[in-house]
């Protein structure tokens, strides 16, 4: 047991330097002719981790590794950038696969708490380590499920979980007073009354809140994030993997250091940061920052006020709005629109309706820059 836990920390270390290797080219992205050798090497390092995390799950059981999102390459100059930004999810999804193999073979319980509230309070939950789902149920209560996962049921003993209330909402705290963290970690799942906003943490493992049509902050040290009904301000952030909101009204601030960002609804207001990935945001209303250091940038909505659309290597898509009423200034290797833009192939300008309600640039270094009309 103790070689299959060296192996598991052996995995994410490797893999968590491979991560930092795609960072360091990501920053070089427009370069992309020049260092597609070394993302090849990055990509056959990746694939070896891979077999060899699927050579241990099938000596411990019956694992299932999560889904791979790998998205098709639609044209030549964006092979580059399409492999970079599935490869920062890859290289999540592994480091989380093998931090949480050992409770594949550990000791692991089930312990509940539950709380009643009165109204629907905000929940603030802080985990040193495993996933967070929050989910909505029944009015006047807050149950928490926690699945504690451990090397042995001694060891188990050091994850406690901490609930109460106080004047400013419900607090939920996992932690461990043992030395092996990467082999420890709790699956916390929290049924909330509709309307509860939430504040969550962990410091490995992947975010879901659904239903809660209220106002989400959810920050990891390594996964994914998806949010699904919510509704006012979002701040969305994780050190390596992918960023979802699906159905969600209102702000949204989203930062991955490698994964791809797809977000739609009624966004009144985006920030939307990747190093190694895509940005696809439908639905937005008011003003977008989307920038991304490799990977493609697509925005459909009505954009108003201060908008920035940038990618050191990939292609802009934009469609607005057939009321939009902004300025435009696109600068790319080539320039299409629809609209009565002025200019030469790599650079078009121009207002769009009266242009009183804000201004879009898009750049890139490294692909073209499409602005149509919905």
């Known amino acids: 047991m103790e070689e299959e836990l060296n192996r598991s920390d052996d995995i994410a270390r490797r893999a968590r330097e491979l991560a930092a290797r795609a960072e360091a080219l990501a920053n070089h992205a427009h370069e ?4 597609d050798d070394e993302l090849r090497k990055l990509e056959a390092e990746l694939a070896a981790l891979d077999e060899e995390q699927e050579r241990l799950d099938r000596e411990l059981g019956d694992f299932v590794h999560p889904p791979e999102e790998a998205e098709p390459i639609r044209d030549p100059e964006q092979g580059f950038t399409l492999r970079l930004g599935n490869l920062g999810d890859r290289i999540a999804d592994i480091v989380n696969v093998a931090l949480n193999a050992v409770g594949k073979f550990g000791a692991v319980d089930v312990i509940e708490r539950v709380i009643d509230v009165g109204e629907a309070l905000p929940i603030t939950v802080d985990s040193f380590a495993g996933s967070i789902t929050v989910m909505t149920g029944d009015y006047g209560r807050v149950q928490v499920v926690a ?5 042995d049921e001694r060891d188990l003993e050091n994850i406690t979980v901490d609930t109460n209330k106080a004047d400013d909402g419900v607090h939920v705290t996992a932690h461990t007073a043992s030395h092996h963290r990467s082999r420890q970690w709790v699956q916390l799942t929290i049924t909330v009354p509709p309307g509860t906003p939430t504040r969550l943490r962990t410091r490995g493992g992947s975010v879901r809140v659904d239903g809660t049509g209220a106002a989400v902050e959810a920050r990891t040290a390594g996964g994914s994030i998806r949010i699904t009904g919510t509704n006012g301000p979002a701040e969305l952030e994780t050190a390596g993997g992918s960023i979802r909101a699906e159905s969600h009204g209102g702000p949204v601030k989203a ?6 960002i797809r977000l739609d609804g009624g966004l009144t207001a985006v920030d939307a940061t990747t190093i190694g990935g895509s940005i696809r945001l ?3 209303y008011g003003p977008v920052s989307a920038v991304t250091k490799g990977g493609t940038v697509e925005v459909v909505g009505r954009l108003a006020g ?4 940038e990618t050191a290597a990939g292609s802009i898509r934009v469609t607005l709005d057939s009321s939009a009423n902004v300025e435009v200034d696109a600068k790319g290797d080539s320039v299409h629109t629809d609209f009565d833009l002025v200019g030469g192939q790599g650079h078009k300008s121009g207002v769009i309706g009266d242009g009183s309600e804000g201004k879009v640039v898009a750049r890139t270094v490294a692909g073209s820059v499409s602005i149509k009309r919905a």
């Open 32 to 35: 992309a002719g020049e260092v």
């Open 255 to 260: 930062v991955t250091a490698g994964g791809s």
């Open 306 to 309: 201060a908008c920035l659309l």
């Open 147 to 151: 699945e504690r996962h451990a090397l």
């Open 282 to 284: 439908a639905g937005a």
